[in-house]
């Protein structure tokens, strides 16, 4: 062997063993955790500490669990873990074209334009407060139709609250019987998935159709407003494609957490009827019955609004987030993270943490009261996430959440079927989403 020869072949072997190292610390560094598979039956992070790896087959995840570790990542280190993971349940229908699911430069710019535009419509002519009131009053129309009698309320209400969607997206009210199409976990989840394209693409069809970029109306017509102002830019984000499935991602993702939060605070108010009793009380004192509840009522109602936030910490109806993934290499709580690195947050761990709150496992609205009777925030209060990736729809959701309540238990006392003791609300089976068991209640005018 010559001497170029030689040298190569040691140069070979030397990177060869440099690139092993690395790659050994590397995976050293990164947080401890199971071998696959990653499966036993005590909770992990008491065995390796809040922040852990799991092997989910060829796939390293690291685990956040913990108000504080939680907090750290989401908020402190939020442009380090603000890259989106994957979501291979969402992948075949948005194609990295939703505001949830896409990445870098794309998800700022369709971030920042949506949380304009939802700005804009709350602020409008026509506000969310406006909208929702509309709503409302359809609703109690439905509900006092079944006055008296044993009503499952989940079909109503998810109909009611797809409407106020609806209308924010496509500034349209539907009938409540035009309505089952909507997504839900009694119906398959892709034939429905591609029942919604079709609709939103019809009524894009329709919004093209009497355009007026001078008068945006809805999400649509705020989006279809931009693609006219960047039509020349070859790069833009803003395309009918994007329309769609950004679209279809806020449709679909909202009318779930409002209607499953909704129903275990009729659960709630169910099992604990003092609970109902004070919240009616306070209902009585500040708005009284000449008027319907308003968004202003609610900074004078702590005990309502206490009981709203209970119900979203306890209900948990996410109990982790969508995985993040790691814009660049980060040193977090010691351990090296390298780019491209899938995290997850379990918020579970933040809501149930009994440092944080006095009796994590019951239904406590004392949790957001302070000494004074007023209502305390909680920075552990974390149902719509964290950071720039918190929920867009966090406040079109606290408005629904009172408004609704508020409304309903004005005119109505909400009474089970059986013992309140009895109601059961744990959820049904496992899952990404806490479903609620199915019940039955009456409405008894007040």
Not at 141 to 166: A, F, H, M, W, Y
Not at 215 to 240: C, G, R, V
Not at 364 to 376: G, M, Q, S
Not at 387 to 416: E, K, N, W
Request: aromatic share 10%; proline share 7%.
């Amino acid at each position: 062997m010559d001497l170029l020869s030689t040298a190569i072949l040691i140069l070979a072997l030397a990177l060869s063993c440099l690139f092993l190292t690395l790659g050994s610390r590397r995976k050293e560094r990164l947080p401890p955790g199971p071998r696959p598979p990653s499966i036993h039956g005590k909770p992990l992070s008491k065995e390796y500490g809040p922040v852990y790896t799991l092997h989910l087959g060829s796939r390293q995840v690291v685990v956040v669990s913990g108000y504080q570790a939680v907090k750290e990542a989401l908020v402190d280190h939020d442009k380090d873990f603000s890259g989106q993971g994957d979501v291979p349940l969402f992948s075949k229908f948005n194609k990295g074209n939703t505001i949830a699911f896409s990445n870098d430069n794309k998800w700022k710019v369709l971030r920042k334009f949506a949380e304009q535009t939802l700005h804009n419509i709350r602020m409008g002519k026509q506000s969310f407060e406006k909208r929702i009131l509309e709503e409302v009053s359809f609703l109690m129309v439905e509900l006092r139709k079944n006055e008296g009698q044993l009503l499952d309320p989940t079909l109503v209400l998810r109909r009611s609250l797809c409407n106020i969607i609806c209308s924010v997206l496509f500034g349209s009210h539907f009938d409540y019987e035009l309505l089952d199409w909507l997504p839900g976990p009694h119906q398959r989840l892709f034939h429905n998935l591609k029942c919604l394209k079709h609709l939103i693409t019809l009524s894009i069809c329709e919004h093209q159709a009497s355009f007026d970029p001078n008068s945006p109306w809805d999400f649509i017509d705020y989006f279809l407003a931009k693609m006219t102002q960047e039509h020349e830019d070859l790069m833009t984000h803003f395309n009918l494609e994007t329309l769609e499935t950004t679209t279809h991602n806020l449709l679909f993702s909202s009318l779930e957490p409002l209607s499953i939060t909704l129903l275990y605070a009729f659960l709630t108010l169910l099992k604990y009827p003092k609970v109902q009793t004070h919240v009616q009380e306070e209902i009585d004192h500040v708005v009284g019955r000449a008027r319907l509840p308003a968004l202003e009522d609610h900074g004078a109602m702590p005990y309502t609004n206490a009981m709203i936030h209970e119900v979203q910490r306890f209900a948990d109806i996410m109990p982790m987030s969508y995985p993040h993934r790691i814009s660049r290499d980060t040193v977090f709580r010691g351990f090296l993270l390298p780019k491209g690195t899938d995290v997850i947050t379990l918020l579970s761990t933040v809501h149930q943490d009994p440092s944080l709150f006095m009796t994590p496992q019951e239904i406590n609205p004392e949790h957001f009261l302070d000494a004074n009777r007023c209502f305390k925030k909680s920075p552990a209060f974390m149902p719509f996430s964290a950071g720039s990736r918190m929920c867009l729809g966090q406040s079109l959701a606290s408005m629904v959440f009172f408004l609704y309540l508020t409304t309903i238990l004005q005119s109505f006392s909400l009474q089970p079927l059986g013992a309140p003791e009895d109601i059961n609300l744990t959820p049904v089976g496992p899952g990404p989403n806490k479903i609620p068991r199915p019940f039955q209640m009456r409405l008894c005018k007040r």
